[in-house]
């Protein structure tokens, strides 16, 4: 349950509405607005040409094997709806029993460590939450 936790915290700060790997390389119209400044385009290539591979990285570096075919799916649906928090993100703990930073999960813990600190900074959100990607 931690590594699959670890996928569903991920996109607790993300509330994107599309990947699309043909703008992976567009990401000059960006580079100067903030998350929240960007039109929905803009941030499906920003998704693609930073938060993924960036995210990739982490997530390969915490667990190579299990993320080996990370991908936009790893943390929205495979059925193309972007929106967070995500359906297939739910059901992993009770309502209000998110665990807190303090946890010793290895998974939650990753997840307040790493994932949401590097997603608060990629997406200029200073307060992400487990909820933001995951439905309670």
């Not at 915290?9 to 903030?34: I, N, P, Q, R, Y």
């Not at 946890?103 to 939650?108: C, K, L, N, S, V």
Request: hydrophobic share 35%.
């Amino acid at each position: 349950m931690t590594a699959r936790l670890a996928l569903l915290v991920f996109f607790g700060a993300l509330a994107v509405t599309g990947c699309d790997k043909d703008t992976a390389e567009d990401t000059s119209t960006t580079d100067e607005l903030t998350w929240p400044e960007m039109s929905e385009s803009e941030k499906s290539a920003y998704m693609a040409g930073v938060v993924l591979p960036t995210m990739r990285d982490v997530f390969q570096g915490y667990d190579a094997e299990r993320y080996a075919e990370f991908s936009c799916d790893t943390c929205h649906t495979s059925g193309g709806d972007y929106s967070m928090p995500s359906q297939d993100l739910a059901g992993y703990w009770a309502e209000g029993e998110f665990p807190g930073p303090d946890t010793t999960d290895p998974g939650a813990k990753f997840m307040h460590e790493e994932v949401l600190p590097k997603m608060a900074e990629l997406l200029d959100n200073d307060s992400p939450s487990c909820t933001g990607c995951h439905i309670e």
